[in-house]
């Protein structure tokens, strides 16, 4: 992907993700504080455990992970059946917006439309987060790069949005001086 000119850290990704125009209104409060909720939740599991805990606090915090792993499996193979996931595509994504493409420019959403976006920040958990967003740029003539702006975040989802982007791109440099070493 060509560079997105954006305030602030940007992340590229592979997750599953969707578009459409035709959705009611998606910045009630009731999802915007479920998009806040599930972000920070997100957000500490990926948090690494502390050096300072000890081995019988390691292995309960073990077990309680394999349980929740396992019921999470149960849960996504429950959802997926109901509705068949996007494929993973793509992505970078910051606080203010997302860039993805697509394969021509009539499956691309025109510049200045007002879409909704929906992805999937974790594979594991398969719960959306929902944003509304607005294209502000397209650039390609088969293949169509696609930039979109968040519109009408609530600040909690703001904040939750920018937390979960810094998180993700603190893990992938840790992982890249890991791979380096």
């Known amino acids: 992907m060509s560079d997105w000119h954006e305030p602030g850290l940007v992340v590229d990704v592979e997750m599953a993700m969707h578009w459409w125009t035709d959705m009611p209104?998606?910045?009630?409060?009731?999802?915007?504080?479920?998009?806040?909720?599930?972000?920070?939740?997100?957000?500490s599991l990926r948090d690494a455990p502390s050096d300072a805990e000890d081995e019988h606090s390691r292995?309960?915090?073990?077990?309680?992970?394999?349980?929740?792993?396992?019921?999470?499996d149960l849960v996504a193979e429950l959802h997926f059946r109901q509705r068949p996931p996007s494929l993973p595509r793509p992505l970078r994504l910051s606080s203010?917006?997302?860039?993805?493409?697509?394969?021509s420019a009539e499956a691309a959403p025109g510049?200045?439309?007002e879409i909704?976006?929906?992805?999937?920040?974790e594979s594991a958990i398969p719960k959306a987060i929902t944003l509304?967003?607005?294209v502000v740029a397209q650039h390609g003539d088969s293949a169509?790069?696609?930039?979109?702006?968040?519109?009408?975040?609530?600040a909690a989802e703001a904040d939750e949005l920018a937390r979960w982007v810094f998180r993700r791109h603190r893990q992938d440099r840790a992982q890249e001086r890991a791979k380096g070493d």
Do not use: C, K, M, Y
């Open 25 to 43: 209104d998606v910045t009630v409060p009731a999802v915007a504080t479920d998009n806040a909720r599930i972000l920070r939740a997100l957000s």
């Open 59 to 72: 292995r309960e915090l073990a077990q309680i992970n394999a349980r929740l792993d396992l019921l999470l």
């Open 96 to 103: 203010q917006g997302i860039v993805w493409w697509e394969e």
């Open 111 to 113: 510049e200045g439309e």
């Open 116 to 121: 909704v976006v929906e992805f999937i920040p």
């Open 132 to 134: 509304p967003a607005r």
């Open 144 to 154: 169509v790069e696609v930039h979109a702006r968040w519109r009408e975040l609530s």
